[in-house]
């Protein structure tokens, strides 16, 4: 049973517009969600993250969005850039579970010039 | 500039060779992971570790075995190795939430 789901597996934006890439969650109990970005034959890197107890984080261009009530969150870029042309994994995680990271499927972003 | 290294980034090998993936982190971190993944798919979590001489099986079942006799090295082998374990292998640690991944093994079994 997937924990983490992202149902998009691919977005297509246009350069200078917004993207917006979407996870939905079916753990309750979770109560840290973190954003990475990944490149081709390299790691994921770490974006953004939201606690539980806030609806919203914001650094730079990226900002998440939490909704809890609807188990669903949200990452919105803008502007977009081609260099955020990447696949984009959302990621839950709760505390008493010493902090091991839930994974979804990853959306590949592709911002074209 | 990493912090976690992980060797070779490739590897190619013959069915049945046994093979280590070296995961090594800077940090002092206590916590490190092993994941593997599919393209298009999550990343599944196969064993981790809370400290030395401390490691758990993860989520999806593996054939894989780990050791963790140094906090910073968390080596991965596999004794016979088989098609079905050609994936991309990622090595992470972490401090609370913060996880450092490092630039992954890409095995391919033939």
Redesign the interface.
């Given at each position: 049973d997937?924990q983490?789901k992202q149902n998009s597996?691919s977005l297509s934006v246009q350069e200078g517009r917004i993207s917006i890439l979407n996870c939905d969650y079916t753990n309750s109990m979770f109560d840290?969600f973190?954003w990475?970005k990944k490149y081709p034959?390299?790691?994921?890197?770490?974006l953004i993250?939201i606690s539980s107890i806030k609806d919203k984080n914001e650094d730079g261009r990226f900002t998440v969005f939490l909704n809890k009530s609807a188990k669903h969150l949200s990452l919105h870029i803008v502007p977009s850039q081609p260099g955020d042309s990447a696949v984009y994994?959302c990621a839950a995680?709760q505390y008493n579970q010493?902090?091991?990271?839930?994974?979804?499927?990853?959306t590949e972003l592709s911002v074209k010039p | 500039e990493a912090d976690i290294y992980q060797t070779p980034r490739y590897l190619v090998i013959g069915t049945g060779k046994k093979i280590t993936l070296e995961c090594s982190q800077t940090m002092g971190h206590d916590k490190m992971y092993w994941y593997q993944q599919d393209p298009g798919m999550e990343l599944h979590l196969i064993h981790y570790s809370y400290g030395v001489n401390s490691t758990e099986k993860g989520d999806l079942s593996s054939e894989s075995t780990v050791s963790r006799i140094r906090t910073e090295h968390f080596p991965l082998t596999l004794e016979s190795a088989r098609p079905s374990h050609t994936s991309q292998y990622l090595c992470a640690s972490s401090v609370g939430f913060g996880y450092t991944f490092g630039s992954g093994t890409r095995l391919t079994v033939v």
């Amino acid at each position: 049973d997937q924990q983490v789901k992202q149902n998009s597996p691919s977005l297509s934006v246009q350069e200078g517009r917004i993207s917006i890439l979407n996870c939905d969650y079916t753990n309750s109990m979770f109560d840290y969600f973190l954003w990475y970005k990944k490149y081709p034959a390299e790691g994921p890197t770490f974006l953004i993250s939201i606690s539980s107890i806030k609806d919203k984080n914001e650094d730079g261009r990226f900002t998440v969005f939490l909704n809890k009530s609807a188990k669903h969150l949200s990452l919105h870029i803008v502007p977009s850039q081609p260099g955020d042309s990447a696949v984009y994994f959302c990621a839950a995680s709760q505390y008493n579970q010493g902090g091991k990271l839930i994974f979804g499927q990853g959306t590949e972003l592709s911002v074209k010039p | 500039e990493a912090d976690i290294y992980q060797t070779p980034r490739y590897l190619v090998i013959g069915t049945g060779k046994k093979i280590t993936l070296e995961c090594s982190q800077t940090m002092g971190h206590d916590k490190m992971y092993w994941y593997q993944q599919d393209p298009g798919m999550e990343l599944h979590l196969i064993h981790y570790s809370y400290g030395v001489n401390s490691t758990e099986k993860g989520d999806l079942s593996s054939e894989s075995t780990v050791s963790r006799i140094r906090t910073e090295h968390f080596p991965l082998t596999l004794e016979s190795a088989r098609p079905s374990h050609t994936s991309q292998y990622l090595c992470a640690s972490s401090v609370g939430f913060g996880y450092t991944f490092g630039s992954g093994t890409r095995l391919t079994v033939v």
